[in-house]
C-alpha cells in the first residue's frame, strides 16, 4: 500500500541527519557503552554538531526522484526552503558523556541554535546533551532490530532519503528469539533479509505500531520452522507464524522473497490480528505442514488484496490459501489449498463484505476434498473474472461452495472442477446470482442446489455446462423444480457417458429452455458442443476426450494425371477422413504401377500409358463415401532435339540469343515425337567470346531433357575519340573517331602558312610514335602533326621521326634557339619538350608545393597529390647549367610528403633520395654516392631497376661492393 509523497517523504528533513547517530547501524546500547565516563568533562562549542530539524510543510514539488534510492518508493528532498535559525537543532556529538547523577545545570541547550551558516549560536548545557542523545522512533526501531540480532548477519539502517528502515543481511545460525517490531507511524520497514527462526512466532508487529506504517517484504525469507502444536479450536493461534501482525493500523506489503509457516498445528504464513492492510504483490506465501495451515489469515475487517505473487495452504491435513473475515479483493495472482491429505481451500470468506474476484487463478490444490472458494460469508461475494477451479480432490473437488445465507454473483471467469466428483457451483441454500458469460465445468456438475431452486437466478448471457454424473436430472441438481434461464442464458446438460458422438447430433444433451440449439460438433480439430441461443448468444464448448465424428463425404473432386516412370503420390480428402478408411471398389483398376493404401494415398511409378476408371470408398462405424474418378498416364518424354537451327547463329559479344526460327521437338517413350514449346535457353542474358553453344532444356511430366546449339559469338567493338592537334597549324576536322577494331578509317592534313612540311601525326607533340590508319587505338587519346621547316634559318617547327634522341627534329625551344635535352644514361625510348626541355616521356609536369614545416608535396593539375607511390617529374628548380637533371624520379610517402634519405621498397630494394636542398632534393641518386665516408653505387642505367643498391657484385667500372653496398677502396 503506498502514501501520498506529502506524507511519505515530509519526514526526510528531520530524519536523515538523525541516521547519523546510529554509526551505521550499531545499537545505540553499544554506543552508550563504549561512551567514555567523566563526570568532569564540560562540554563546549566543539562537542556539538547542528541538526536539520525543519518543520516546513512541503508538498510533492519539493521532492524529486533518486536513481541512487534503494526502493522505487524513494524520492529527494529538493526543497529550497530557506532555512532560519528555527530549523536546526544542537546534537550532542562527543566521546564524553554526563552521568545521570551530574551535578552540572541544565541551562543553556535550550537556547542553543544554529545560524544559517551552520554555525552554533552558544555552547549547549549538559541537559540539552542528554536530550540529544535520545532516540527518534525510527533509531529507536532501527537500534532494537541490531540489538536483537545481536551479530547474527542481519542489520537494520534508515534509509537516508525516505527515513524508511532497511533490514538486509541472513541469519548465520538459526534464531529462536521472536523479532518484535514497534513501527512509528508513516515509517516503512522494507525487510530484504533471509531468516529462519523457532521462534512463535518468527517476526510479531506489536499494537503499539503507529497509525499508516508499513511492513514491506520485497527480497529475502521469513521462515518458521517451530513445530508446536495447539488444542482447542481457537483460531487465534499465533505461535508457528511467520509474520504476527497485532497492530491495528499497520500494513503488510509483499512484492518478493519467500514467507513460510512452521511445521505446527495452524502453520501460518502471515497471521493479521488486526484491521491492517494486506497486500500481495509479488514473492510466495504459504503456510506449514500442521494440521491446519493458513498461508494468510485474517481475523477481523482487514482488508486482503492479491495482484501478483503465490499464496498457498501449505501441507498437512488441512490446508487453506487465505482465510479472511474483512474484504478480499483477488485481481492477480496464483492461490491455492496446498496439499492436505483432507481438505484443500484456495479461499475461505467469513463475513467478508465488498469481496471480488476479478482476475487470477484461485485453485483447491490436490488432497481428498478440494476446492477452489468457499463462501461462508452472509455477504456477497462478486465473481468478474479470474479462473476458479476446484482442484484435483480424490473424493470430490468443487469450484465454490455457497453455505446457506450466502450470496455469490458469476458475471465472468471460468469456474472449473477436475476432481473426482466435479462439481463448479455447489449450493447449499444460499442465493446464486449467474449474470455473466459462459461457466463451462468438462466433467461434472455444473451447479448443485440441495435447498431449493428459488435460490439459483441464471440470466443475462450465461451458459450453464455440466455432466449429469448420476444420469437422473439436469444440469443443475435440485429438490425442486429446476431453474428456468432468463435473457439469452441457458442450461446444457451431458446426460451421457460415451467418447463417441455423431456430428450434428444432440445425443445425451438436454436443455433449458426448449428452444436453445445444442449439438455435437468440431472445431479447430477439437471435439465439443455447438449451442445457439435465439440467434443471440452461440459459441463452442470444447470436451477433450471426446470424439466428435461424421460420416465421410469424399470431398477430391478428381485427380492429376502422371507420366510414365515418375513418381506419382496423391492423398484423398473426405469430411470426416481422420476417422476413414479408403478402399477401391470392384469394376475398375488404377494405372499400372500405382496402388491405394487405407489412409487414401494413392502412389507408385506407372509403368505404362493410357487412361483408367476406378471408384473409392471412404469409411467408418457412422457411415460411408463412393466416387468414380480416373487418372490419365502419359508416355514419358525421352529426349529432345534441335530439328530447324535459328535465323541468327553470330553474334557480337553484349548480344542475347535469338531463338526465332528454331524448332525443338520432344521423342517419347512409345516412339512418337511432336515439335514442343515451353523450353528454356541458357545463357539466357548478354553472351560473351567465351560462349561457343547455348543449352535448350525442355520439362515434361516431370522428366527433363537437354539439347545444345553451336553459335559463334564475336569480341564487341569499341569506339574511341581521337583528338587532332595541328601544332602549330590548323586541321579539319578536328576530331576523328575509330571504327569498333580502333582504327582509324583515313587521317586528315593539316595545313600550315610558312615555309613549313607536314611529315606526318605522331603520338606526342615531339617525337613519339608515327600513326597510319594500322594502328589500334585502345582509349581516347590526341595525335600530334610534325612539321619541318624547308625554309632558310635554324628550324623552329615541331619535330619528324618518332626515336627520340638529340637534335632539331625534337621540337621547338623558341626564338633560333635549340632546345636542352635532360635524359637518362643510355636512354633511347620517346621523348617530349617540357618548357624547352627534351624529357622522356613519361615525365610529368606537376605543381611543386612547399608545406608550412618546409616539406614537399607534388600535386596532380586534377587537384590531388601523388600518395605512396615514385614520380618521375620535371624539376622547375634544376640547374642545367650546372649540371642538374631537368627531371628526376621522387618518391612520396603514405601522408603524400617527398621522402629523403634511404628508402628500401617492398622488395628489398634500396634507394637513396638526395636529402640536400641544392634545387634537386628528393631526387634518386643515381652512380657513385658518397654518403657518410663510403662510397656506394646506385644503378645508372634505365632498365626498370634505375637507381637501386648494387650489393655483392661489381660496379660497371670494376668495383666491387660488399653485402652493404660498400666499396672498400680496394681494386678487387
Known sequence: MKRSNKRQYARICSMALSAVMLCVSIPMTAFTAN?????????????????????HEHDDSCYEGDETATSSNMKKLVCDHEHGEGCYEAVLDCGYRQEENSSEGAEGAGNAGADKNGGLASVASPAAAARALTL????????????????????????????????????????????????????????????????????????????DSIFSVTDGEIISISNKNHTGSSYNTIDNAAIYNAAANTSILVSGGSIRGGGGDRSTGIY??????????????????????????????????????????????????????????????????????????GIVFKNSTNSVISGGNISGGYGANTCGILNDSPNSLLVSGGTIDGGKGTSISVGIVNEENSSITVKGGSINADGKKKVCIMNEGGTVVVSGSKIVNTGGYAMIDNSSSSGIQIGGSAVIFGKDLDSTGGAIKTAGTQPVPGGTAAIITWAGDKTTYLKGSAADLDVSPAAVKAEWSTQNGQGGVFYDVSGINNGFITLPGVMVKSAPAIITETLPDGTIGVAYSQTLAADGSAWATWSLESGGSLPVGLSLDGSGKISGIPTKAGTSHFTVRASNDIGSDTKAMSITIAAGLSSIAVTTGPAKTTYTAGQSFDSSGMVVTAAYSD???????????????????????????????????????????????????????????????????????????????????????????????????????????????TIYAHWTYIGGGSGSGGGSG??????????????????????????????????????????????????????????????????????????????????????????????????TGWYTDSQGGSYYLNPV????????????????????YFNEEPDGTRGRLFRNTKAPDGRYVDENGVWDGKEK
Open 917 to 936: 636542398s641544392d634545387n634537386t632534393k628528393g631526387r634518386m641518386m643515381t652512380g657513385w654516392v658518397l654518403i657518410d665516408g663510403s662510397y656506394y
Open 35 to 55: 561512551a567514555e565516563s567523566d563526570s568532569n568533562h564540560v562540554h563546549d562549542e566543539s562537542c556539538y554538531r547542528k541538526k536539520l530539524h525543519c518543520l
Open 272 to 345: 493479521n490480528f488486526g484491521e491492517g492492510f494486506v497486500s500481495i504483490q509479488g514473492g510466495r506465501i504459504s503456510g506449514g505442514t500442521g494440521t491446519k495451515n493458513y498461508g494468510i489469515f485474517n481475523s477481523f475487517n482487514g482488508i486482503t488484496e492479491v495482484s501478483e505473487g503465490i499464496v498457498s495452504g501449505g501441507g498437512g491435513e488441512e490446508s487453506y490459501g487465505i482465510q479472511g473475515s474483512g474484504e478480499i479483493r483477488v485481481s492477480g495472482g496464483s492461490i491455492s489449498g496446498g496439499t492436505g491429505s483432507v481438505e484443500n481451500v
Open 802 to 899: 618518332g626515336g627520340g634522341g638529340s637534335g632539331s627534329g625534337h621540337g621547338f625551344a623558341g626564338g633560333n634557339s635549340s632546345p636542352k635535352e635532360s635524359l637518362p644514361k643510355n636512354y633511347t625510348g620517346e621523348t617530349k619538350n617540357i618548357d624547352g626541355v627534351i624529357v622522356p616521356s613519361y615525365v610529368e609536369k606537376v605543381v611543386w608545393v612547399m608545406t608550412e614545416d618546409g616539406r614537399w608535396r607534388m600535386r596532380r593539375a586534377d587537384g590531388s597529390d601523388y600518395v605512396n607511390t615514385w614520380v618521375a617529374t620535371y624539376n622547375p628548380y634544376a640547374d642545367l647549367s650546372a649540371g642538374q637533371q631537368a627531371f628526376d624520379w621522387f618518391m612520396f610517402d603514405v601522408d603524400g610528403y617527398m621522402v
Open 671 to 781: 516412339g512418337s515425337t511432336r515439335a514442343v514449346t515451353g523450353y528454356t535457353v541458357t545463357p539466357s542474358g548478354a553472351l560473351t567470346e567465351a560462349d561457343s553453344r547455348v543449352t535448350v532444356t525442355y520439362t515434361e511430366g516431370g522428366i527433363a531433357k537437354t539439347a545444345t546449339l553451336a553459335i559463334t559469338v564475336k569480341a564487341a567493338g569499341t569506339n574511341h575519340t581521337i583528338i587532332y592537334d595541328a601544332n602549330g597549324g590548323s586541321v579539319t576536322p578536328a576530331t576523328g573517331r575509330t571504327d569498333t577494331d580502333g582504327r582509324l578509317g583515313s587521317l586528315p592534313t593539316p595545313v600550315r602558312g610558312g615555309s613549313y612540311q607536314f611529315d606526318g601525326w605522331f603520338t606526342a607533340a615531339n617525337g613519339g610514335i608515327k600513326i597510319t590508319t594500322t594502328i589500334v587505338f585502345t582509349e581516347n587519346c
Open 136 to 211: 527518534t522512533g525510527v533509531e529507536k526501531l532501527v537500534a532494537d532490530i541490531n540489538t536483537w540480532a545481536a551479530g547474527n548477519g542481519i542489520v537494520a539502517e534508515v534509509d537516508a532519503y525516505s527515513g524508511d528502515v532497511i533490514v538486509t543481511g541472513k541469519t548465520t545460525t538459526e534464531a529462536s528469539d521472536k523479532l518484535e517490531l514497534e513501527i512509528p507511524e508513516n515509517v516503512t520497514v522494507e525487510w530484504r533479509a533471509v531468516l529462519t527462526s523457532s521462534a512463535e512466532p518468527v517476526i510479531g508487529i506489536v499494537e503499539e505500531s503507529g497509525t
